[in-house]
């Protein structure tokens, strides 16, 4: 761009040059033609040097006006280039900077999200671990009024001293059989513990014992139950026991022969008349 104006301005200035000695040169050649048809003093010489430079001098400044009308018009061009360049490079920051506003805001929505979301998991987290406490602390509650004489004793004693239960002068194995018989009497349905123990004259500490005794023995079962606002056992029975009463007169307790017999020996219950006896009388009985 530069050296192409240079040479603009170079040929611009030969040109003007020429032009200028083409003027004199014609201004010249007419004077001499002049002065050959009709030979002038010599000042007139003077005058035509003068006019010469006159129209050379107004030549030059047509030129210069051109020139500087043309280089005011190239600095207009250029300052609305530069103009355009600049709105141009505003317009692309401008751009950039709204596009870099949204990435954030985006980036920024998306963390406020991630963190509502963080937020609303902690928030059903510690909402699930309060309910959860509550829960449980209802039901220790709960257990705790639901809890009796019985499994306070039943903490404190050993499995020994449960199975091992004794009372002082009795029979333990006729006293279990007794308290099953009387269990059973009331079926399925099963007995309360406290009306158990005032039947047979026993402390509720030891009818207590003796009810764990039973249920460690596969005897009765115990169920909970709430009997007057009060949480107590009701017992039910498992296993009947045999009574000695279906026994009680029976031949064999006192055969001569008991020995000898068995099922399929000489001597047996199914040939005996003794026994055969006894059953119809006590058939007839019943
Ligand atoms: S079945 Fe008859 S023989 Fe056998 S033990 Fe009984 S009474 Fe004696």
Redesign the pocket.
């Known amino acids: 761009m530069g050296n192409d104006k240079n040479v603009g301005v170079k040929k611009e200035k030969g040109i003007r040059k020429l032009t200028d000695r083409i003027s004199f040169w014609k201004a010249k050649s007419q004077a001499d033609e002049e002065e050959r048809h009709s030979p002038k003093p010599k000042p007139k010489l003077k005058k035509i040097k003068a006019k010469t430079k006159q129209a050379k001098n107004k030549k030059f400044q047509v030129i210069e006006a051109q020139r500087k009308a043309n280089e005011a018009k190239k600095k207009e061009a250029r300052i609305k280039v530069e103009a355009q360049r600049k709105a141009n490079e505003a317009k692309i920051e401008a751009q950039r900077k709204a596009k870099k506003a949204k990435i954030e805001a985006q980036r920024k929505a998306k963390e406020a999200k991630k963190k509502e979301a963080r937020i609303k998991v902690e928030a059903q987290k510690k909402a699930k671990e309060e309910a959860k406490k509550k829960e449980e602390e209802a039901k220790k509650k709960e257990e705790e009024a639901k809890r009796t004489y019985e499994d306070e004793l039943e903490e404190q004693l050993s499995e020994e001293e449960i199975t091992g239960f004794q009372l002082e002068k009795t029979d333990m194995d006729k006293m279990c059989n007794r308290v099953c018989e009387m269990i059973a009497g009331y079926e399925t349905n099963g007995t309360l513990q406290s009306e158990l123990w005032k039947k047979l004259k026993l402390s509720s500490r030891d009818g207590s014992r003796l009810a764990l005794k039973l249920e460690r023995m596969g005897m009765i079962t115990r169920e909970k139950i709430l009997e007057k606002e009060r949480w107590t056992y009701k017992l039910i029975i498992k296993k009947i026991p045999v009574s000695t009463k279906s026994i009680e007169g029976a ?2 307790l006192t ?1 001569p ?2 020995s000898k ?1 068995s099922i399929d020996g000489e ?1 047996s ?1 199914k040939t ?1 008349q ?2 055969e006896d006894w059953v119809m009388i006590e058939l007839k009985n019943k």
């Open positions: 031949p064999c055969c022969v008991q017999c001597i219950p005996c003794w026994i």
